[in-house]
């Protein structure tokens, strides 16, 4: 028997089909031998084909270019084979420690492992997906018998409570019947449930919708509002609510009209008093009567807070239960509509009415015209400014005995009330002042009645629009869980892998998003934004805020008149921090309080309307006023206190001794009677201090003292009224804070405040107006005394200049040989100085006997700018005086001491902490400063120490002396010689 031989296996098709054979070594040597033996084959036949293409070629062309035949030739059969070499890496396979042999095994490993494992998965996953698909038919399944046994549930239940006609039962069954059925397993749940069930359904809704309509509108007709809160939640459940907003709303406008209802009823009759117990029926039937008269007398905002008060409650009370009830159907904003409706029809009536039963328009027009004439009379050029100048002033400048003596209180009482009927007309034209306060506070009282209400009506109008939203989003969101639910099942009913179902969801959500943005919230006009009721309130706010402007004219006009008789309890203290000193015994009068409390009455009276329109009218006004006529009568005033203060014409001592109008004033009015009160010390005696006709010398000076306390006092007002108007603006900014709303409309009402600012700073503008005029009354004197003090002009003293304000009589003048200022001193001369009162001091002495009583009566702010005011006058003519003389190095001494006395001087006599250094002073007073660098530089001992002295306090900021000054004054010094001075500062200057 022979042996089988083996057939060679066959080669691969190609390389990659090699890596996957048991043996790769031997496929790829099989398909190399492959490769061979079709190269040859290919060989061959190309050999084959060019043979035939030659005997072709000669068979049509036997002889060649020569004409000789063509030799033939015979082809034959080449077996000759052209190997193709394989590449060295194929050769070196063979190999088993060769890395390809390696990767090539692992690589058919992993492929034989995959295969498998894709299969077996292939074939699980196809049963998986067969069992899921069973497993969400039969739990569908599961899921329609279970709705179907709740809707048989449910209609039992429903048929059960509507036998014993428990409609609330009945209602809730039928709702939850109802839901289930729209859903989208409706269809095939009432298939499960079956037919006899759903028309058992039908038949209990329609019943249970028949017997809540009948119930819930006889409750309507009978008003029983305890029924009508049980049915009105049922409403809602059986998709009754048009019909429920349309019958609440006929019961609510029976129940608004019956609330609203003005009419007088009549006093019960005995049989019809209520029996209470511990009440007799006399005392039931007072009580009866009594109210019966008072609602006869009803007032006009009693009437509205009737109105108002009848539709707040009605809407606090039923608003909550009909939005939850009646919601869906807008039931919330048909009550709110009827409410504001009822509400509006009767009161802009009834204020309609009151405008013209009052003649509101006539009167307003008539206060116009009056607050016209009582600007013109309190404005620059008027009648009130002048026309009691002159008893102003005497009056100021004779105060100070006992008022409550004799006829001088009653002569000022007399004249007082006699300027009182001059007001303008406003007594006749409008009426008297308390009845005038008294119907604004009515009118505000009918604003702020109306403005409570509006408030609470928008209030309640954006609360029902939120709730309206709140719905729309809840619905529109309930579709979109709803929508969702549904595509996802429709995803898991499908056998489609989704690689990311998550996003999928997501698109198909942003969609939906955008279908629901098209299906937007209908439009609702609940309330317009302007109805009659504000058109109405805003007219008889216009006419409140003229009146109210026209009373506020009118009060200060009479604190005006007032003004001009003062008393005793026209003036009152300064509150200061301390007894003594700058501003201890200063004074104000009652005019800033009076016209301040009428405008922060007036203001506040119209923010506590609420209404915005007419707070900013009132604001403005109050601005106006305070800003223009109190504004020009004080600055008047403060002119008239600065004239009364002039020396020598006044009550400060001029140069030959008391004021000479006070002497007059004194020794024409004593003992008669008249104006001053001097006629009232006449007629209280001796005791008073008056002998005779003639006062004594300490009667006089303390009614001069107190005569400048009072002319001062109006000059203190300027200030008072400034810091009282700042504090004013704060308190009026505080109330809009806490009375109103944040908007457009609050935030113009606090600018119309902040114009306050303004009015302060013309107050403050005034008052140092104030004090430059009363500083150009002092500065004269000033001068003199200055120019007595120096030596220079011929100064001469009296007697009387030497005690304050002298005696009643004037004094004859004496001559007084005077310490003169005198700097060219030798070392005897230097030590008389050191040892006697120089005329620096002398020059103090005799102004503070002047400025103490102006120091203690003015205010310490005004106190402190007069003081430096008038020391910045001596200054100027210290250094004129200055400039004329000759120093030593011990006059430079002498002058350094000096003005060292002088700027202690003006410390002493400062209030203000921050003016009591040398730096702060100066820099205040550049006069005063001035001489405080003459001093130093002509106390420098070498002048080479000028340049670093000028140099050092120019660095600083100290220095205003100029280069021409600089020479100047050192060439004054008599040891500096005056070419070197000018060489010294050309140099400087180069």
């Known amino acids: 028997m022979s042996p089988i031989v083996s057939s060679p296996p066959s080669p691969p098709p190609d390389l990659v089909s090699a890596l996957d054979c048991e043996d790769p070594n031997e496929a790829l040597t099989a398909l190399s031998r492959s490769s061979q033996q079709t190269a040859a084959q290919l060989a061959q036949e190309l050999s084959g084909l060019l043979h035939l293409s030659s005997s072709a070629n000669s068979t049509k062309h036997p002889k060649n270019v020569s004409g000789t035949p063509r030799r033939s030739s015979t082809t034959k059969k080449n077996d000759t084979k052209y190997p193709i070499p394989l590449p060295k890496h194929l050769k070196e396979t063979s190999k088993s420690s060769h890395p390809l042999t390696s990767a ?227 039931g919330d904003a048909a009550l709110v509509q009827l409410v504001n409706v009822e509400v509006e029809s009767r009161v802009v009536d009834l204020l309609r009415a009151s405008v013209a039963e009052k003649e509101l328009a006539l009167t307003v027009r008539r206060a116009d015209h009056v607050a016209a004439k009582i600007e013109e009379r309190y404005t620059t050029g008027g009648e009130g400014l002048g026309a009691e100048d002159s008893a102003l002033g005497n009056i100021l400048m004779g105060l100070g005995a006992d008022t409550t003596l004799g006829s001088v209180s009653v002569d000022i009482s007399k004249k007082r009330l006699a300027s009182l009927k001059n007001d303008c007309g406003f007594a006749l034209e409008v009426g008297n002042l308390g009845d005038v306060d008294a119907a604004l506070e009515e009118w505000a009282l009918m604003l702020q009645h109306t403005e409570s209400y509006e408030r609470f009506l928008r209030h309640a109008v954006d609360e029902v629009t939120k709730a309206r939203k709140l719905r729309f989003q809840q619905k529109r969101e309930a579709k979109r869980h709803m929508k969702e639910a549904e595509e996802a099942k429709k995803h898991d009913a499908d056998e489609t892998i989704i690689a990311s179902p998550r996003k999928s969801l997501s698109g198909s959500g942003s969609r939906d998003n955008i279908q629901e ?105 109050c601005v106006d006023v305070l800003g223009r006529i109190l504004l020009e009568v004080l600055s008047h005033r403060a002119e008239i206190g600065s004239s009364l203060l002039k020396p020598g014409e006044g009550l400060v001592a001029g140069q030959h001794g008391l004021g000479q109008a006070a002497l007059s004033f004194a020794k024409s009015t004593a003992g008669k009677g008249f104006r001053g009160v001097q006629g009232a010390a006449a007629l209280a005696g001796a005791s008073k201090g008056i002998v005779g006709d003639e006062e004594t010398e300490e009667a006089l000076k303390t009614r001069t003292m107190l005569g400048c306390a009072r002319a001062c006092a109006n000059l203190n007002d300027l200030e008072i009224v400034a810091d009282y108007t700042k504090k004013l603006e704060d308190h009026f900014l505080k109330e809009i804070d806490a009375g109103y709303p944040r908007g457009h409309e609050t935030e113009q009402l606090r600018m119309c405040i902040k114009g306050l600012d303004v009015v302060v700073d013309s107050f403050m503008q005034a ?196 280069i021409d000054d600089a020479k100047t004054l050192l060439s004054m010094r008599v040891d500096f010689e005056g070419s070197k001075v000018n060489d010294l500062l050309e140099v400087d200057e180069s």
């Open 767 to 962: 008052s140092k107006r104030s004090i430059e005029h009363l500083l150009s009354t002092l500065l004269p004197r000033v001068r003199q005394i200055v120019n007595d003090a120096v030596g220079h002009e011929g100064g001469t003293t009296t007697t009387a200049a030497s005690n304050f304000l002298g005696s009643p009589v004037l004094s004859v003048p004496t001559t007084a040989a005077s310490t003169c200022l005198n700097y060219d001193l030798d070392d005897k001369a230097f030590e008389l100085t050191q040892i006697s009162e120089g005329y620096m001091g002398h020059m103090c002495s005799e102004l503070d006997e002047i400025l103490q009583p102006l120091r203690i009566n003015l205010v310490p702010k005004l106190s402190d700018e007069l003081m430096i005011g008038i020391i910045g006058g001596m200054s100027k003519r210290i250094e004129a005086a200055i400039r004329k003389s000759k120093f030593t190095p011990l006059g430079a001494i002498s002058l350094d001491s000096d003005i060292r006395y002088l700027m202690n001087f003006a410390k002493d006599n400062i209030d203000s902490t921050e003016l009591k250094s040398n730096v702060s002073l100066c820099k205040s007073c550049p006069a005063l400063g001035r001489l405080n660098q003459i001093a130093l530089l002509l106390n420098v001992d070498d002048l080479e120490d000028a340049l670093d002295l000028i140099s050092v306090n120019k660095r600083k900021g100290n220095w205003d002396l100029k």
């Open 517 to 621: 943005d098209n299906d937007s919230l209908p439009a609702l006009e609940i309330m317009p934004a302007h109805t009659q009721l504000n058109e109405i309130a805003a007219e008889i706010g216009g006419y409140y805020s003229s009146l109210e402007r026209c009373l506020l004219l009118a009060g200060m006009q009479r604190a005006f008149i007032s003004s001009h008789f003062p008393d005793d309890k026209t003036f009152t203290a300064v509150s200061t921090n301390s007894s003594y000193g700058a501003g201890s015994k200063a004074l104000q009068t009652t005019l800033v309080e009076e016209c301040l409390y009428a405008a922060r009455r007036s203001t506040l009276r119209a923010f506590a309307t609420g209404h915005t329109g007419t707070a900013s009218a009132a604001a403005n006004a």
């Open 104 to 330: 090539a095994l692992a690589s058919e490993s992993i492929l034989n492992s995959l295969t498998k494992i894709a299969t077996g998965g292939s074939s699980a996953s196809q049963e998986m997906k067969s069992l899921e698909s069973e497993r969400r038919k039969i739990d569908q399944e599961v899921e329609y018998i279970s709705l179907a046994l709740r809707v048989r549930d449910g209609v039992e239940k429903a048929a059960s409570a509507m036998n014993g006609r428990r409609y609330a039962d009945a209602a809730s069954n039928v709702r939850d019947v109802n839901a289930i059925l729209k859903t989208p397993q409706g269809s095939k749940v009432m298939e499960i449930a079956g037919e006899s069930v759903i028309k058992t359904h039908q038949r209990t809704e329609e019943v249970l919708k028949r017997g809540i309509s009948v119930a819930y509108e006889s409750a309507v007709q009978h008003s029983d509002l305890a029924s009508l809160s049980e049915l009105t939640p049922l409403l809602g459940m059986v998709d009754m609510a048009d019909l429920g907003v349309r019958l609440y709303l006929k019961y609510s406008k029976t129940q608004l009209e019956k609330e609203m209802n003005l009419d007088v009823r009549p006093a019960p009759l005995e049989e019809e008093l209520k029996v209470e117990e511990g009440m007799s029926r006399a005392a039931m039937r007072r009580r009866a009567e009594e109210e019966a008269r008072r609602q006869q007398n009803q007032t006009t905002p009693q009437k509205l807070a009737k109105i108002y008060n009848a539709g707040v409650t009605y809407l606090r009370h039923h608003l909550p239960m009909v939005a939850y009830s009646l919601g869906e159907a807008d």
